[in-house]
């Protein structure tokens, strides 16, 4: 086994193994976090009933995200979710207003329903923040997903199609357990980082290559 996939595995059990209290008083307490930390930063610049965020539906033991989604919806911000096309293998975003815009999709996942306003990918650039799921963490901006790519490919997407002059990035962001955070992530040139990690003992911003951390406790 790969070290990478001896990660995956230990870091799903520890997930699986929360019980069903503590999975949803710390992802309240989380959500609670990162609702206090996307305020701070849609104060700043433009009017929050234009900010954009790429959120995903959580599935099987992943934390549970939807309260910091309903708070986006209750802040007026523009909230869309992936929907993966089967044909290509990539994702396209929807844009969500309630839980009644989402349906399950395959594998038990729920996606935005088809009928829902796509967000192009010229209009990609539009987006403020991205909501990013994954197995583990590092307090240096490492991630690692589930071994799809789809996070990876999404980021390089977005790139090619950001206007020509253009500067800056939608600011990556993951919600995780404190169990999820380990010393070191296994990273590739190509691996997506993180901009903040929020978990329910602290709060970490990515700045320049350093790092910053907040005590949640």
Not at 20 to 43: F, L, M, T, Y
Not at 187 to 195: Q, V
Request: charged share 25%.
């Amino acid at each position: 086994m790969s070290e990478k996939q001896e990660i995956r595995k230990r870091i799903k059990a520890l997930r699986k193994a929360l019980s069903p209290n503590e999975h949803q008083v710390n992802s309240e307490r989380i959500c609670r976090e990162a609702a206090k930390w996307i305020d701070g930063q849609a104060q700043s610049g433009q009017s929050s009933a234009n900010r954009s965020i790429f959120v995903y539906l959580p599935y099987d033991h992943e934390l549970d995200i939807m309260p910091f989604i309903q708070h986006c919806w209750d802040r007026g911000f523009r909230v869309h979710a992936p929907r993966v096309n089967q044909d290509t293998g990539q994702m396209q975003l929807y844009r969500i207003r309630s839980l009644s815009d989402v349906e399950v999709g395959s594998y038990g996942i729920r996606e935005p329903k088809l009928s829902l306003p796509q967000l192009s990918e010229r209009e990609w650039a539009t987006l403020d923040w991205v909501v990013v799921p994954g197995i583990a963490y590092d307090r240096h901006g490492g991630r690692m997903g589930y071994g799809g790519g789809y996070y990876d490919r999404f980021m390089a997407r977005l790139a090619e199609a950001r206007p020509e002059g253009s500067e800056g990035r939608p600011l990556c962001i993951a919600l995780a357990f404190s169990l999820q955070v380990i010393e070191h992530v296994p990273m590739e040139a190509h691996d997506l980082r993180i901009d903040c990690l929020m978990t329910e003992d602290m709060t970490i911003t990515m700045d320049a290559g350093d790092h910053r951390i907040i005590d949640n406790t």
